[in-house]
């Protein structure tokens, strides 16, 4: 079983549709949660972090983690097109020197 | 420059060349790393350099080789790479111990011929 599973799509949702983008984990150490965007043609960049379970809000973007299921979310309400790009989920061990373990990525594309 | 840069951005090389990969961080951070993403795979951790010390080596490799001349600039020199080698190379960068807050540069996408 790998560590981190993502569906890696793709996604195509309509532009103001809610998004859901999810991964699981096997590692239960797993203490940090991270939501990566990456539009083409760039490096990721960081777009939500969660330390251990619960919700955490940031304008459209709501992460999610619930870690009794091994399983974190990220939603995007009010869609838009600019929001089409790669979302990588990470995560890591406490302690602030654990490596970071990627998922694969999920390509997401809303339509106008 | 903000943020991290990395040049060149794409690069194609044959198999016995020699290339090097650089990157820059103006961030002050002072700790670097050196990422490869292949389609369909996960991010792969290959190097952490924490002020300047390489603290990791992910079983890399020999063909790739890095250098860490001070805590804002990071090479990765390349040679006799295999066709498999051809990537998108991330480079980033964060404050030590601080692996879970890493800024990515735009990489660099390396063709192996």
């Known amino acids: 079983q790998k560590e981190v599973e993502q569906d890696p799509g793709p996604l195509s949702v309509p532009e103001g549709a809610i998004v859901s983008l999810n991964c699981t984990y096997s590692n239960s150490a797993f203490q940090y949660f991270m939501w990566y965007r990456q539009y083409s043609r760039k490096g990721p960049e960081l777009l939500m972090y969660t330390y251990s379970s619960g919700n955490k809000e940031d304008g459209r973007f709501t992460a999610q983690v619930d870690k009794s299921s091994k399983y974190i979310s990220l939603f995007i309400r009010d869609s838009q097109p600019s929001d089409s790009a790669t979302y990588l989920c990470?995560?890591?061990?406490?302690?602030?020197?654990?490596?970071?373990?990627f998922g694969k990525g999920t390509k997401l594309t809303v339509n106008p | 420059e903000t943020g991290v840069t990395q040049t060149p951005r794409h690069l194609v090389m044959g198999m016995t060349n020699k290339k090097s990969l650089k990157c820059e961080q103006h961030l002050g951070h002072n700790a670097m790393y050196w990422y490869k993403q292949s389609a369909k795979k996960p991010l792969e951790l290959m190097f952490v350099?924490?002020?300047?010390?390489?603290?990791e080596n992910n079983s890399v490799p020999s063909r790739f080789s890095p250098e860490c001349p001070n805590s804002s600039h990071l090479f990765l020199h390349l040679h006799t790479l295999q066709p498999e080698d051809s990537a998108l190379y991330l480079c980033a960068s964060s404050q030590a111990g601080f692996y879970n807050e890493q800024f990515f540069g735009p990489g660099t996408r390396l063709t192996v011929l």
């Open positions: 350099y924490n002020f300047k010390e390489q603290t």
């Open positions: 990470a995560m890591s061990g406490q302690g602030g020197s654990e490596k970071l373990v």
